[in-house]
């Protein structure tokens, strides 16, 4: 199940930060209580989807996104290692693209660490396409067209 986040799920979203995330950033990170506060300080800006296996259950994966003019920047995504190969990546990345096209985005784009070639090959498969090498944050950015081209969704049937 797929949803919106609650106050009661920022423990579980930090712990999948610290251990998915954190990881495979070539940057240095806060440990325990500034990590937390780091993240609840991220995530209050733009909107956060939460995956959980039932309606109150902790979150086994989250994805962070901002909605900026026409675009929809994925910020955050990260799956338990004991949840990955589930599509649950796969429908937070759909939901977030559902978002962004409510909400007018033609592009959505995100940063993924030049190490973290799993997820690299995770954007690449769904539709992401890399745009450019961003030396200063060692990561690349990768983008994907969310709307028709010619920006409109093509109509079927009809008179």
């Known amino acids: 199940m797929i949803r919106w986040k609650r106050p009661q799920d920022m423990r579980g979203i930090v712990r999948l930060v610290r251990t998915q995330?954190?990881?495979?950033?070539?940057?240095?990170?806060?440990?325990?209580g500034r990590l937390y506060d780091e993240i609840k300080e991220r995530l209050r800006?733009?909107?956060?989807?939460?995956a959980v296996k039932n309606r109150f259950g902790e979150p086994i994966g989250f994805l962070h996104l901002i909605v900026?003019?026409?675009?929809?920047?994925?910020?955050?995504?990260?799956v338990d290692p004991n949840q990955q190969n589930r599509h649950w990546g796969t429908q937070l990345m759909q939901r977030a693209e559902e978002f962004g096209r409510a909400h007018s985005c033609r592009i959505a784009y995100l940063y993924v660490d030049e190490g973290n070639y799993r997820g690299q090959r995770f954007y690449?498969?769904?539709?992401?396409?890399?745009?450019?090498?961003v030396?200063?944050?060692?990561?690349?950015?990768?983008?994907?067209?969310?709307?028709?081209?010619?920006?409109?969704?093509?109509?079927?049937g009809g008179s």
């Not at 995330?21 to 325990?32: E, G, K």
């Not at 800006?45 to 939460?50: C, D, E, K, M, P």
């Not at 003019?69 to 910020?75: C, E, P, Q, V």
């Not at 030396?135 to 079927?156: D, N, Q």
């Open 135 to 156: 030396k200063e944050l060692r990561c690349y950015r990768m983008e994907k067209a969310i709307v028709h081209p010619l920006g409109e969704w093509p109509i079927f």
């Open 68 to 78: 900026q003019d026409s675009s929809l920047f994925i910020d955050l995504l990260a």
């Open 124 to 133: 690449k498969r769904i539709g992401y396409e890399t745009t450019q090498y």
């Open 45 to 50: 800006v733009g909107n956060t989807l939460v």
């Open 21 to 32: 995330l954190v990881p495979l950033s070539p940057w240095q990170h806060p440990r325990d």
